[in-house]
């Protein structure tokens, strides 16, 4: 039986947890993951787990922090004073906002402490530095063919 490797396209079901238990991500039968392994689409470490499975095999694995959402950063965090901050908006930790830096890019930051007037904002990845445990099923390969 033909093993995963590298430029095939990949059909798998996931559930994706925390070492809590707790459920961070899924799909199921009906609406599989589909991607072609090698073309990092997909987090390293659940990529580097599908490489060499078989159709219908199951495996559980532990993906480190450094193979899923990378390492909590501090350089990412930083505190703004509310006055600094666009007039309007209404702040409580956990909200999620959009910025844009002054090279015109955008990326999403986390409200994660409001104090004496000042905001501290987060732009790490919510999952970054947490061990991340996927139970994965190999579905199905499609290999491409050289003709």
């Known amino acids: 039986m033909p093993r995963a490797q590298e430029g095939d396209l990949v059909r798998v079901i996931y559930q994706g947890t925390l070492e809590d238990g707790s459920v961070f991500d ?3 039968e009906d609406e599989p993951l589909m991607f072609v392994l090698g073309e990092d689409s997909v987090l390293p470490g659940f990529e580097k787990a599908i490489l060499g499975m078989e159709i219908g095999e199951q495996k559980t694995v532990r993906v480190p922090p450094e193979e899923g959402f990378g390492i909590h950063q501090e350089r990412l965090v930083d505190e703004f004073s509310l006055d600094s ?3 309007g908006l209404q702040l409580k930790i956990g909200t999620q906002l ?3 830096a002054e090279d015109g890019s955008r990326f999403q930051v986390v409200v994660t402490d409001i104090h004496s007037g000042r905001a501290t904002l987060d732009a790490n990845h919510p999952l970054a530095g947490h061990a991340l ?6 579905l199905s390969i499609d290999r491409p063919t050289i003709n």
């Open 85 to 87: 901050l666009p007039e």
């Open 98 to 100: 959009e910025i844009t």
């Open 133 to 138: 445990i996927f139970h994965i099923e190999l």
């Open 26 to 28: 899924s799909s199921d």
